[in-house]
């Protein structure tokens, strides 16, 4: 299990080593230790493109070395990188004039058979697709990213019971839609 406080510790000194001595070195770990939530949050935000992925990536990377010291520490410092990338997918969607169809992308747990997984996935996807922007944004960095509540807020620009709201709307629309995947027993209690 991962102890968010300690990695934040860990963060904090990275940065301050970064804003103390221009320290490249202190920001390549902090790259090396993030990349991979980053292109993760991007591949799915791009319908898993990893070559657009990749790109905005390091973009968000480029932008958080330049603006490193307007980093406040009010957020932990993934938390600041994901509100970083997330921006920079805004921004190259507004170029694209694109919209974001489907929030959806990662991996789920196993069924209990192969073809089964594979349906899920896909009633999944058409699920999410038909949630709100917003719904799927905040499922994909709650659910997905496993951001808090709090933490989603800061990433998103969104006040926190907006993403509250979108969180409990997007789950209750994603259970109606995907009603016939639930156990016998588990819609009993819903009916």
């Not at 994901?82 to 169809?101: D, H, M, S």
């Not at 896909?122 to 933490?151: F, I, K, T, Y």
């Amino acid at each position: 299990m991962v102890d968010r406080d300690a990695e934040a510790r860990i963060d904090q000194a990275l940065v301050a080593r970064v804003l103390l001595g221009n320290e490249s070195r202190a920001f390549e770990q902090l790259l090396r230790r993030h990349q991979g939530m980053v292109r993760a949050q991007l591949r799915r935000l791009l319908h898993g493109d990893e070559a657009a992925a990749d790109d905005l990536a390091q973009e968000a990377f480029l932008l958080a070395w330049r603006k490193l010291d307007q980093f406040r520490g009010d957020a932990r410092f993934s938390t600041w990188l994901y509100r970083i990338a997330y921006t920079c997918f805004l921004q190259a969607n507004r170029k694209k004039a694109g919209t974001l169809e489907d929030a959806d992308g990662g991996e789920h747990e196993a069924s209990s058979s192969p073809v089964q997984s594979i349906d899920l996935q896909v009633d999944l996807q058409r699920a999410m697709r038909r949630l709100s922007h917003a719904e799927q944004a905040v499922l994909l960095h709650c659910v997905q990213l496993g951001l808090s509540h709090e933490e989603a807020a800061y990433v998103l620009a969104m006040p926190l019971g907006t993403v509250k709201t979108h969180a409990s709307r997007g789950k209750a629309k994603l259970q109606n839609l995907l009603s016939a995947w639930q156990e016998p027993e588990t819609r009993k209690q819903y009916s």
